[in-house]
């Protein structure tokens, strides 16, 4: 058994309790071939396998639940009503810029673009403009184009919902399947990241590297964390803790309710670590 985290040698955890570990239960992707996804998105899988080795304090799920309540960010794209082929458009502009710049495009590129159908014929110079204003180039609104195609050629103009149909798409990467699949369609996936691997590195003490997005290991935590229901409000809770506790360069440790529970936390100099 993996025994990741440093405050299990701690007899409490943050939360006033004793540290309880959590096993995952189920194993929803037991029999999917994954030889049938490229080697770099096999982590994805592998890990769910390894997270059944894997304790992480229910603390933590507990907390990011919580965070979810009350911290969650308002954008757009978030709305219940917006249909799956929005969302991934919002996800992958999300990849390449700020949220605050694509709150300023998305609308009107949904609205020119509305369906797959639409953006299949778009015309590329014209929305290269409207991308330019991201600071995306031509081989973006060229990608865009393509990806529609595929989508109206293989789908019927329709957005799969598993990680293993959205990862057939064109320029969809690891993070957007999981993120629309779990966003768009509730299904019972993590999602991990530069940022989500941050928070995740600095919990477990792991060392920062980008490489770790590629590591079974951070995969296997980010399955073992997920709760059996409202994932994807337990996955935005986590973009949003770090977007706005757990920060790159300043993280907010003495606000922090989970400081206690994280191996960064408890070791950071002047942080307070009364009860
Ligand atoms: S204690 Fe600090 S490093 Fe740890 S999760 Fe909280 S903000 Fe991030």
């Known amino acids: 058994m993996l025994l990741l985290h440093p405050s299990r040698r701690r007899s409490l955890c943050a939360f006033g309790r004793p540290y309880a570990g959590r096993r995952l239960m189920g194993n929803k992707f037991s029999d999917i071939q994954i030889t049938k996804v490229m080697p770099e998105h096999r982590v994805f899988f592998m890990g769910l396998k390894e997270s059944k080795a894997i304790q992480v304090p229910s603390e933590l799920q507990l907390a990011f639940h919580k965070y979810a309540k009350q911290n969650l960010r308002s954008f757009p794209w978030r709305q219940p009503s917006i249909s799956p082929y929005h969302l991934l458009l919002a996800e992958l502009l999300l990849a390449q810029t700020k949220a605050h710049d694509v709150a300023t495009v998305w609308p009107t590129l949904i609205n020119r673009y509305p369906t797959p159908e ?5 015309n590329v110079s014209s929305l290269s ?5 991201l600071g995306l180039q031509n081989q973006r609104a060229k990608a865009l184009r393509l990806l529609a195609r595929h989508l109206v050629e293989e789908y019927q103009g329709q957005l799969p919902s598993t990680v293993l149909e959205l990862l057939s798409l064109p320029h969809v990467g690891l993070y957007t399947a999981t993120a629309v699949s779990s966003f768009a369609f509730g299904k019972h996936v993590p ?8 928070v995740f590195a600095r919990i477990f003490g792991l060392p920062e590297q980008r490489e770790l997005r590629r590591s079974q290991k951070v995969w296997a935590i980010g399955w073992a964390l997920l709760p059996n229901r409202r994932v994807a409000q337990h996955n935005y809770a986590l973009l949003d803790f770090a977007a706005q506790v757990c920060t790159p360069r300043a993280p907010r440790c003495d606000a922090c309710h989970i400081r206690r529970c994280c191996a960064y936390g408890i070791t950071k100099p002047g942080t307070d670590r009364s009860p």
């Not at 639409?118 to 778009?122: E, I, S, T, V, Y």
Request: glycine share 0%; no cysteine; hydrophobic share 55%.
């Open 118 to 122: 639409r953006l299949a014929r778009a």
């Open 129 to 133: 403009s409207l991308l330019r204003r």
């Open 191 to 198: 999602i991990v990241d530069a940022n989500v691997l941050r």
